[in-house]
C-alpha cells in the first residue's frame, strides 16, 4: 500500500495504491494528515482508482478524513469509486455524506470560473465516470453466460 | 451435510497477516468458481473478522488466530475465525452499527455490520476470557444461473 501526494495551493490529491486495512491504514492516515496540515490544504481529494481492496479501515479512514476537512472549513471529496470498494462504502452510508463520486477535473479548473459555464461539462464529466464504471470487470464473471 | 472439502490456518495475531489470511482463504474457496464480486465479499467479511481477533481479541497481546474453512455439496461455504483473546462481554453492543470499544484508533465501528451485509450468515459465540468465535456462510452462485 502506498500513497502519492501532490499538493497545488489549497488543493491536494490523494492517490492511493493497493489494499486498505487496518495493517496499512494508520501509516495512510499519518501521510494524508501531514500534507493536509503542512499545506494548509482546504480541498482534499482521495483518489481510489489504484485501490484492489478495502475493507471497513477505509471507512474509518474517509470518515476521520471528513471529519478533519470539516474542522479545518474545508471539503472531501472522494473519486473513481467502483465495484466492491462503492459497493462497501455505500453500506456505511457514506454516500450520504455527499462526498462520492466528483470527477477528478473539478479540482483542476481554476476556482473564480462562472457557475454557469461548468453545468454542460459537468454532465459530460459525469457520462465520462459512467463508462469507466462499465470497464471495470466486477460482476462481470458469471451472470451473462 | 459433509463438507466436500475443508482446511485449517493458524497465524500469529500480528497485522500484516490480515492480508495474508484473506488471500489465503479467497485461494480455497477459488475451486468453486466464484464471480469476482463474490470473492471480494469473502475478503472482506474474513478481513474484518480477523481485525476484530488483532485489535479486540488481543488487544494487549499476541496471539493465535485459527481459520477453519468447509465447502459444502450446495456450493455454501462456512469460514470460522477464532481467536483464544479476551472475548466480548456484550456481543449484541459490539454488532452495534458504529459502536468501538476503540475510539481512538479511528475504526468505524463497521466490522460486524459489514460482514453481516456481505454474508449469508454471521454467528458469533464468545466467553471472556476464553476468546471469540465467528462463523461466517455464504452460497457461491453457479455459474450461469
Given at each position: 500500500m502506498s500513497v502519492q501526494i501532490e499538493?497545488?495551493?489549497?488543493?491536494?490529491?490523494?492517490?492511493?495504491i493497493g489494499e486498505i486495512d487496518h495493517h496499512n491504514a494508520k501509516e495512510l492516515r499519518d501521510a494524508i494528515d501531514n500534507a493536509v496540515m503542512t499545506g494548509q490544504?482546504?480541498?482534499?481529494?482521495?483518489?481510489?482508482?489504484?485501490?484492489?481492496?478495502?475493507?471497513?479501515?477505509?471507512?474509518?479512514?474517509v470518515m476521520g478524513r471528513y471529519k478533519l476537512m470539516q474542522e479545518l472549513g474545508g471539503n472531501l471529496h472522494l473519486?473513481?469509486?467502483?465495484?466492491?470498494?462503492?459497493?462497501?462504502?455505500?453500506?456505511?452510508?457514506?454516500?450520504r455524506l455527499a462526498i462520492l463520486d466528483r470527477p477528478e477535473q473539478r479540482r483542476r479548473r481554476p476556482p473564480a470560473e462562472p457557475?454557469?459555464?461548468?453545468?454542460?461539462?459537468e454532465m459530460q464529466?459525469?457520462?465520462r465516470f459512467e463508462e469507466e464504471l462499465e470497464d471495470i470487470p466486477f460482476g462481470i464473471g458469471g451472470e451473462e453466460v | 451435510m459433509k463438507p466436500v472439502n475443508t482446511m485449517k490456518l493458524q497465524f500469529e495475531g500480528r497485522s500484516v497477516n490480515e492480508s495474508f489470511s484473506r488471500t489465503a482463504v479467497a485461494a480455497f474457496v477459488a475451486q468453486l468458481d466464484p464471480t469476482v464480486e463474490e470473492?471480494?465479499?469473502?475478503?472482506?467479511?474474513v478481513s474484518e473478522a480477523v481485525t476484530n481477533c488483532i485489535v479486540h481479541g488481543y488487544r494487549d497481546r499476541l496471539g493465535i488466530v485459527y481459520i477453519s474453512a468447509s465447502l459444502y455439496p450446495d456450493r455454501r461455504i462456512q469460514i470460522k475465525v477464532r481467536d483464544k483473546g479476551c472475548g466480548i462481554p456484550d456481543i449484541q453492543r459490539a454488532m452495534e452499527p458504529m459502536y468501538t470499544s476503540v475510539p481512538e484508533e479511528e475504526r468505524a465501528g463497521l466490522g460486524f455490520a459489514v460482514m453481516q451485509s456481505l454474508m449469508d450468515?454471521?454467528?458469533?459465540?464468545?466467553?471472556?476470557?476464553?476468546?471469540?468465535?465467528?462463523?461466517l456462510e455464504r452460497s457461491i452462485r453457479c455459474k450461469g444461473e
Open positions: 499538493i497545488a495551493e489549497e488543493y491536494c490529491i490523494a492517490r492511493l490544504v482546504r480541498e482534499l481529494d482521495l483518489d481510489f482508482r489504484e485501490v484492489s481492496f478495502m475493507d471497513s479501515s477505509g471507512i474509518g479512514l473519486i473513481n469509486i467502483a465495484g466492491h470498494l462503492k459497493k462497501v462504502m455505500m453500506l456505511a452510508g457514506l454516500d457557475v454557469l459555464e461548468e453545468a454542460p461539462e464529466e459525469a457520462g | 470473492l471480494a465479499d469473502i475478503k472482506t467479511a450468515r454471521v454467528k458469533v459465540i464468545s466467553k471472556e476470557g476464553k476468546g471469540t468465535t465467528v462463523t
